[in-house]
């Protein structure tokens, strides 16, 4: 009891300032019993924008607001966060902006890269990213 109750007030304190917005009441729910072992596994699709040389501040705030948008669109994404890097290590290789996109399952991830407002999404770019980088992962 008391391991369970310290593992809640840990996560609790690492999670305070979490930034993740479920979308679906059964998640929220998940994440307020922290070490609830009946929390689903999620799949984490994580992406990262090195913009090229010269794109200018209007269209990378296109870019977020699109990206944004596409939880709205597309039913399939249980959770979204974006934001731009902060870290004082200076490694992000020229990484400007991450996008966290979470998903119930394999399913749910390989319909939204092919679902038309994320086909969209990747037209509206218009060739102003260098460098794309994704990689998933499970969580609970």
């Given at each position: 009891?008391?391991?369970?109750?310290?593992?809640?007030?840990?996560?609790?304190?690492?999670?305070?300032?979490?930034?993740?917005?479920?979308?679906?009441?059964?998640?929220?729910?998940?994440?307020?019993?922290?070490?609830?072992?009946?929390?689903?596994?999620?799949?984490?699709?994580?992406?990262?924008?090195?913009?090229?040389?010269?794109?200018?501040?209007?269209?990378?705030?296109?870019?977020?607001?699109?990206?944004?948008?596409?939880?709205?669109?597309?039913?399939?994404?249980?959770?979204?966060?974006?934001?731009?890097?902060?870290?004082?290590?200076?490694?992000?290789?020229?990484?400007?902006?991450?996008?966290?996109?979470?998903?119930?399952?394999?399913?749910?991830?390989?319909?939204?890269?092919?679902?038309?407002?994320h086909k969209e999404f990747g037209k509206s770019l218009g060739g102003c990213l260098d460098k794309?980088?994704?990689?998933?992962?499970?969580?609970?």
């Amino acid at each position: 009891m008391m391991k369970n109750l310290l593992c809640c007030a840990l996560i609790a304190i690492v999670c305070a300032g979490c930034s993740m917005q479920p979308k679906s009441s059964k998640m929220a729910e998940c994440q307020k019993s922290c070490c609830s072992k009946e929390c689903p596994k999620m799949l984490r699709h994580v992406v990262l924008f090195k913009f090229k040389e010269g794109t200018t501040p209007e269209k990378i705030k296109e870019v977020q607001s699109s990206f944004a948008a596409l939880p709205s669109e597309i039913d399939l994404i249980k959770g979204f966060e974006m934001g731009t890097d902060v870290s004082v290590e200076k490694r992000s290789e020229g990484f400007t902006h991450v996008f966290v996109v979470t998903f119930s399952n394999e399913a749910g991830r390989d319909a939204y890269l092919v679902h038309p407002a994320h086909k969209e999404f990747g037209k509206s770019l218009g060739g102003c990213l260098d460098k794309v980088l994704v990689i998933d992962y499970w969580t609970k």
